[in-house]
C-alpha cells in the first residue's frame, strides 16, 4: 500500500527540486507550454476528467499533501508510461496500453493507492491528482 | 425403536454395548454405521421428533463476550442443528491440518488424506452428488463454468457443493428406527457422565427427563456427539467424581472455542466493467445434473503459508447498478464511485486492442461477504455459568470475542484480492472493512459453526481427544462433532463432522471386532 509518507515523499522531494529549477532560470515559456501539452497529452486518456479530479482531489486531502506541482506529476507519470511503450506522439490506443500495463504492474507489486476504501494503482491515482491539479488551474 | 425416555420407569439401568449422546448430524451418522454391528447401540436425544420448546430451552446461557445466540445457534431435537443447517458442503484444506509455525496451537494430528475416505463417504450422507469440488475442467467441460481469470496465483475459485440440505432427523430416520440393534431414547437427557472410582472409564450415565423421571443407562463404550458447545458442558459437568470434570486434567475442556467470523453484510465492493465477467455459478446455487454449486473466492495455500495468513472464504452477490454521476457537495462513501470506474474504463483494452466503450449499461457493483479463519485461543472459552436450567444443571457460559490477529487477517486477506482484481484490469475494490485493527461491534457476526472446544491433539497436555477422538485418560469414552477441531479452516464444517464420525464408526468396530 502506497502510504503518506511515501506519498509526502515523492511529492515533497519533488517539489524541492521542482522549485531549485525555478531558481536557478531553466524555465521558460517554451519549457512550460510543453508540459501542459504533456499534461494535456496524459489527461486524454481520461474519459471523465471532472470525477477524476474528485478521486484526485481525495486523495490529496486524504494524505494531506499540500502543495504539489502539476508539471511534476506530468513528469513522474510521463516517465514510467514510457518505460511501458509510451510516447508523446503515439496514438491514443498506445496511451490507453501503456496506462493499462503500468496500473496492471501497480497492482501485482502493491503500489496501490487507498482512497476512501477505493484500491486504486498508483499510476491512476497520480493520474487523477493531475486532473484536480489542472482543474484547479481552470 | 424409539423409546419415549418421559415413560421409563425411574431408577431402571439400562446395559448397552454402545452408547451416542446426542442425536445430530455425528450421532445419527454413527448409529447408523453399527447397522449390523452385532453391538446393541442406545442412541440418547434431549429432545423429540420435532422441535419442543422447552427442551430447546436447556441450550439458554450467558456470553462474556460478544452476544452470540445460544439457544438460537444450534437445534436440540433428533436431527439436531442439521434440522437448519443451510447445507453448504467443503472439505477443509491440507494446510488446515498442518501445524504452521506462524499459527500458535495449529497442527492436527491427522492430515487431510487421512480423512479423503471418510470425506467421499460423508458426500453420500449428505447428498451432494459429487466430490469434484475443484475440478475446474469437469466443471467446464459439463457446463462450460470458467472461474475469474484474475491476476496472480493468490486468490484463487473454489467450490462449494450443496447438500439438500440433508435434515438428518428426518431422511435418516426409518434407517435408525428400523435397525434392529439400534434403541433411541428420545426426551432423554443425560445430566452426568459419571466414571468409575479411578476415573479410568465411563461406568455409567445418568439421565433425567423434563418430566422428572431418572433412569441409567451402562455402556461399554461411550461417544459424546452435541455440537462444539454443549460437548465440552457436558464434561464440564460430569464432576461428581473428578471434580475439575472428565478429561480435564489440564485444564483443557472448554477452551479454544472457534467460530467463523462472519462480518455482516460486505466487508467489500467490486466495481466491475461488464456484469457478466463474475458468472452466474460465483453469485447463486448452480445445478449442474445432480449437483448444487457455487463458487466462492479462497486465498491459496501458496499465499497463506508465504504471507504466513488463515484462510477466508468470500462469497460475490450481484448489488446495484454503479451510481451514474456524484453528487455536487456529496462527499459520503460512495462520491468516489464513478470516478472509479472512468479510470476502468480509461485503462481498459479489449481483447481487440480496441479502447473499450464508455457505456456504463453493463458495468455492476458486487458485493463481497466473507467467513474467516479464527485463530485458537485458550481465552476463547465455554465455562459452566452460576444459572442453572430446568434439570438443575449449571448452564453455558460463553466467553467469545475475535481478536485483532483475526482482524489482522481478514484485512491483508481482503488486499490481496484487491490486487487480484485491480491487476486484472476489469474491476477495482473497495475495502469496506475497518482500518482499526479492532473489530467494531458491527463487524463482529457468526456462522453457528462451533468448534474447538474439546480439541484434538495427540499429546494430552495440548489436547483433549487423541487421533481416534477418544479422551485422554479414559478408556471408553469418545467424542464425536466440531468440538475435536483443532483448527477451524475457512469453510463449513458439517461435512468434516460427517467424515470424522464415519472415521470414529469405524474405529469403534474394529475395537470390537478385536474384543
Known amino acids: 500500500m502506497f502510504s503518506r509518507r511515501q506519498a509526502l515523499k515523492f511529492f515533497g522531494f519533488g517539489s524541492i527540486a521542482s522549485a531549485g529549477l525555478f531558481s536557478y532560470g531553466l524555465t521558460s515559456s517554451v519549457l512550460q507550454s510543453r508540459n501542459e501539452a504533456l499534461q494535456e497529452a496524459l489527461l486524454q486518456s481520461l474519459m471523465d476528467r471532472h470525477h477524476a479530479a474528485e478521486i484526485g482531489k481525495a486523495w490529496a486531502q486524504q494524505y494531506r499533501l499540500g502543495f504539489v506541482p502539476a508539471k511534476l506529476v506530468a513528469d513522474r507519470l510521463s516517465q514510467r508510461l514510457r518505460a511501458y511503450g509510451w510516447h508523446e506522439n503515439g496514438d491514443m490506443r498506445g496511451l490507453r496500453q501503456s496506462l493499462a500495463a503500468a496500473v496492471r504492474q501497480d497492482f501485482l507489486e502493491g503500489s496501490i493507492v487507498d482512497v476512501r476504501g477505493w484500491q486504486i494503482a498508483r499510476t491512476q491515482a497520480e493520474l487523477c491528482v493531475l486532473a484536480h491539479l489542472n482543474s484547479k488551474r481552470v | 425403536m424409539f423409546i419415549d425416555g418421559r415413560n421409563v420407569p425411574d431408577g431402571t439401568v439400562i446395559e448397552t454395548d454402545l452408547a451416542i449422546i446426542g442425536a445430530g448430524a455425528a450421532g445419527i451418522t454413527i448409529a447408523r454405521e453399527m447397522r449390523n454391528s452385532g453391538l446393541k447401540v442406545i442412541l440418547i436425544e434431549s429432545g423429540g421428533l ?109 467450490y462449494f457443493i450443496f447438500s439438500q440440505p440433508t435434515r438428518f432427523g428426518e431422511v435418516y430416520r426409518s434407517d435408525i428406527q428400523q435397525t434392529q440393534n439400534v434403541s433411541t431414547y428420545l426426551y432423554s437427557n443425560v445430566t452426568e457422565i459419571v466414571p468409575d472410582a479411578m476415573v479410568n472409564k465411563v461406568d455409567r450415565l445418568n439421565i433425567a427427563t423434563l418430566a422428572g423421571n431418572r433412569f441409567i443407562i451402562r455402556p461399554q463404550l461411550c461417544v459424546l456427539a452435541t455440537g462444539g458447545i454443549e460437548n465440552a458442558r457436558m464434561l464440564l459437568l460430569s464432576n461428581s467424581i473428578q471434580k475439575t470434570g472428565l478429561g480435564n486434567d489440564h485444564d483443557l475442556v472448554g477452551r479454544y472455542f472457534m467460530e467463523h467470523v462472519h462480518v455482516p453484510g460486505q466487508v467489500a465492493y467490486i466495481a466491475i466493467r461488464d456484469h457478466k465477467l463474475i458468472p452466474d455459478h460465483y453469485h447463486a446455487a448452480t445445478q449442474i445434473g445432480a449437483v448444487s454449486m457455487r463458487a466462492v473466492l479462497m486465498l491459496s495455500d501458496d499465499f497463506l503459508r508465504r504471507e504466513k495468513l488463515m484462510g477466508t472464504n468470500m462469497a460475490l452477490y450481484p448489488m446495484r447498478a454503479p451510481l451514474a454521476a456524484r453528487q455536487d457537495g456529496d462527499d459520503g462513501p460512495d462520491s468516489l464511485e464513478p470516478g472509479v470506474l472512468q479510470l476502468l474504463r480509461s485503462a481498459d483494452i479489449d481483447d481487440d486492442d480496441q479502447p473499450s466503450s464508455s457505456e456504463a449499461s453493463q458495468e455492476m457493483i458486487f458485493g463481497i461477504s466473507c467467513a474467516t479463519e479464527q485463530a485458537p485461543s485458550p481465552d476463547s472459552r465455554v465455562t459452566l455459568s452460576h444459572r442453572r436450567d430446568a434439570l438443575g444443571l449449571q448452564r453455558t457460559c460463553l466467553s467469545w470475542r475475535p481478536s485483532p490477529i483475526d482482524h489482522h487477517n481478514l484485512s491483508r486477506n481482503l488486499a490481496a484480492v484487491a490486487r487480484a482484481f485491480g491487476a486484472w484490469g476489469k474491476a477495482d475494490v473497495r475495502i469496506l472493512f475497518s482500518r482499526e485493527g479492532v473489530w467494531q461491534e458491527a463487524e463482529t457476526g457468526w456462522g453457528c459453526h462451533h468448534m474447538g472446544t474439546t480439541r484434538m491433539s495427540q499429546d494430552p497436555k495440548h489436547g483433549v481427544v487423541d487421533a481416534d477422538c477418544k479422551v485422554h485418560g479414559l478408556a471408553n469414552l469418545y467424542v464425536a462433532g466440531s468440538s475435536v477441531f483443532t483448527t477451524g479452516g475457512a469453510v463449513n464444517p458439517t461435512l468434516t463432522v460427517v467424515a470424522l464420525a464415519l472415521r470414529l464408526s469405524d474405529h469403534l468396530k474394529s475395537l470390537t471386532l478385536n474384543g
Open chain 2, 50 to 158: 420435532d422441535f419442543d420448546a422447552d427442551t430447546q430451552a436447556l441450550y439458554e446461557g450467558e456470553n462474556k463476550g460478544v452476544t452470540y445466540p445460544l439457544d438460537g445457534a444450534r437445534l436440540r431435537y433428533f436431527g439436531g442443528s442439521t434440522n437448519h443447517w443451510g447445507g453448504w458442503c467443503r472439505p477443509l484444506a491440507d494446510i488446515d491440518f498442518e501445524e504452521r509455525d506462524w499459527l500458535p496451537h495449529s497442527g492436527w494430528p491427522i492430515t487431510r488424506n487421512d480423512l479423503n475416505p471418510f470425506y467421499a463417504r460423508a458426500q453420500d450422507l449428505c447428498q451432494l452428488g459429487s466430490t469434484d469440488f475443484d475440478d475446474h475442467e469437469g466443471w467446464r467441460r459439463q457446463a462450460n463454468l470458467q472461474p475469474i481469470p484474475l491476476a496472480g496465483e493468490d486468490v484463487v475459485t473454489r
